[in-house]
T-cell receptor, first 112, second 115 residues
C-alpha cells in the first residue's frame, strides 16, 4: 500500500543546534518533494521544493535532501531558533494532475 | 504573501443549518483545493478543482459540495451542518500552469463549530 511517513510526531531541540526531520514514502514515485511549515491555527506555508534529480537544495538556514533510492527526504534547519518552532509537513508531488500527498507532520520545538 | 482569502474566519452555527464557506484567490491559479484539519491532526483533502466547471472528491469522504463557476472562486457548502462537521477548513490554490509543480498556497482557514 502507499504510505508517507514523517518519523517523529514531535522533536525537541536546543536553540542553536541543527534540527533534522525525516520523510519516508513507499509505493509512490514523486517527481518533486515539497516541505511546508504550519503554525497553530494557520494554513501551511510553502518552504522548499526539490526535484527527483536533485540531491540537495538550500535556502538560507534550510537544507533539503532527496534520495529516490532510499525513498527519503531529510529537512535540516541549522542554527535553530525558538521562532522555528512549528509543525513541518512534507508533501509528495507526482507532477501532472494528481493532488499533493501530505505527511502528518513533525512538531518541532526549539528550546531557548 | 499569497493572495488567497477565506470568509468567514470563524463560524459558530446550530445543527441543521446550511452554510457556505467562501474561498477566493487573485493569482489566476487554475487548481484549487479544500482541506479539513482538526487541531493537531493531519490535513485531509476533501475536494479539488482543476479549473472552471471541474470538481473532484478528495480522499476523505465529506458531506459537503463545491462549485467552480469562476476561476477565482471555490465555495464549499454544507447543506445541513452537524456537530461532526466541527473542524478547520483550509482552502488552497496552486500555480501548476506556471511551474508544472503543485506548490500550494493556503488561505488563513475557517474554524467551524456546529453546536
Amino acid at each position: 500500500s502507499q504510505k508517507i511517513e514523517q518519523n517523529s510526531e514531535a522533536l525537541n531541540i536546543q536553540e542553536g543546534k541543527t534540527a533534522t526531520l525525516t520523510c519516508n514514502y513507499t509505493n509512490y514515485s514523486p517527481a518533486y518533494l515539497q516541505w511546508y511549515r504550519q503554525d497553530p491555527g494557520r494554513g501551511p506555508v510553502f518552504l522548499l521544493l526539490i526535484r527527483e534529480n536533485e540531491k540537495e537544495k538550500r535556502k538560507e538556514r534550510l537544507k533539503v535532501t532527496f534520495d529516490t533510492t532510499l525513498k527519503q527526504s531529510l529537512f535540516h534547519i541549522t542554527a535553530s531558533q525558538p521562532a522555528d518552532s512549528a509543525t513541518y509537513l512534507c508533501a509528495l508531488d507526482m507532477g501532472g494532475n494528481t493532488p499533493l500527498v501530505f505527511g502528518k507532520g513533525t512538531r518541532l520545538s526549539v528550546i531557548a | 504573501e499569497a493572495d488567497i482569502y477565506q470568509t468567514p474566519r470563524y463560524l459558530v452555527i446550530g445543527t441543521g443549518k446550511k452554510i457556505t464557506l467562501e474561498c477566493s484567490q487573485t493569482m489566476g491559479h487554475d487548481k484549487m483545493y479544500w482541506y479539513q484539519q482538526d487541531p493537531g491532526m493531519e490535513l485531509h483533502l476533501i475536494h479539488y478543482s482543476y479549473g472552471v466547471n471541474s470538481t473532484e472528491k478528495g480522499d476523505l469522504s465529506s458531506e459537503s459540495t463545491v462549485s467552480r463557476i469562476r476561476t477565482e472562486h471555490f465555495p464549499l457548502t454544507l447543506e445541513s451542518a452537524r456537530p461532526s462537521h466541527t473542524s478547520q477548513y483550509l482552502c488552497a490554490s496552486s500555480e501548476y500552469g506556471a511551474t508544472y509543480t503543485d506548490t500550494q498556497y493556503f488561505g488563513p482557514g475557517t474554524r467551524l463549530t456546529v453546536l
